[in-house]
């Protein structure tokens, strides 16, 4: 179990092979929603690891880990999120500041109400690895709910939102650093 949403299958895919000066050790990895294994869409690409030998331990992570990871997360809707009235009223969103950016927002909003997000992935997010990062693409929407006077919700307006990212890593004194860089 990795958390309460997945788990992982690190099962050996093969009898581990042992040489003179090392043993090499061929684990599935394959995440699933928590308490649903269930068949991936993807199908695992065999890879080789470079023959290095001047550290004591590698460890090689396959694009298809990533892309289980991501649907496992994606069935167990770990993407789906609402931000609630406090976190806005704290940043002074409210449906005024909405209704100096699109009109239909400000005909029916005449006086300021807080507000409510709702951010959730309309598709499993893809992770491809890449020469010296991984690129995310992810598909969601962004729904605006004004919260009235009697406490009930009323949906302003909804955006779509496609976003391509790309991540690198790189170790900068023994401190695993992370650098992210919005596509589009």
């Given at each position: 179990?990795i958390?309460?949403?997945?788990?992982v299958?690190y099962?050996l895919?093969?009898?581990?092979e042992?040489?003179?000066?090392?043993?090499?050790?061929?684990l599935k990895?394959?995440?699933?929603?928590?308490?649903?294994?269930?068949?991936?869409?993807y199908?695992?690409?065999?890879?080789?690891?470079p023959?290095?030998?001047?550290s004591m331990?590698?460890?090689?992570?396959?694009?298809?880990?990533?892309?289980?990871s991501?649907f496992a997360?994606?069935?167990a809707?770990a993407?789906n999120?609402?931000?609630?009235?406090?976190?806005?009223?704290?940043?002074?969103?409210?449906?005024e500041?909405?209704?100096?950016?699109?009109p239909?927002?400000?005909?029916?909003s005449?006086?300021?109400?807080?507000v409510?997000?709702k951010?959730?992935?309309?598709?499993?997010?893809i992770?491809?690895?890449?020469?010296?990062?991984?690129?995310?693409?992810?598909?969601g929407?962004?729904?605006?709910?004004?919260?009235?006077?009697d406490?009930?919700t009323?949906?302003?307006?909804?955006?779509?939102?496609?976003?391509?990212?790309?991540i690198s890593?790189?170790?900068?004194?023994?401190?695993?650093?992370?650098s992210?860089?919005?596509h589009?």
């Amino acid at each position: 179990q990795i958390d309460d949403l997945a788990e992982v299958d690190y099962s050996l895919s093969r009898l581990p092979e042992v040489f003179r000066s090392f043993i090499d050790l061929d684990l599935k990895g394959l995440v699933f929603p928590a308490g649903n294994y269930t068949d991936s869409p993807y199908v695992a690409a065999s890879f080789t690891i470079p023959d290095q030998s001047d550290s004591m331990l590698y460890l090689a992570f396959s694009e298809y880990f990533f892309q289980t990871s991501s649907f496992a997360y994606y069935t167990a809707g770990a993407f789906n999120m609402t931000i609630a009235e406090e976190i806005c009223s704290y940043f002074n969103i409210n449906t005024e500041i909405f209704g100096s950016i699109t009109p239909e927002v400000a005909k029916y909003s005449v006086t300021p109400y807080p507000v409510m997000l709702k951010l959730m992935s309309t598709e499993i997010p893809i992770i491809s690895l890449q020469q010296d990062s991984f690129m995310l693409e992810i598909q969601g929407s962004l729904e605006v709910l004004a919260i009235l006077p009697d406490s009930t919700t009323q949906s302003l307006f909804t955006l779509n939102i496609a976003a391509n990212t790309s991540i690198s890593l790189n170790i900068f004194d023994k401190k695993l650093m992370g650098s992210l860089c919005l596509h589009r």
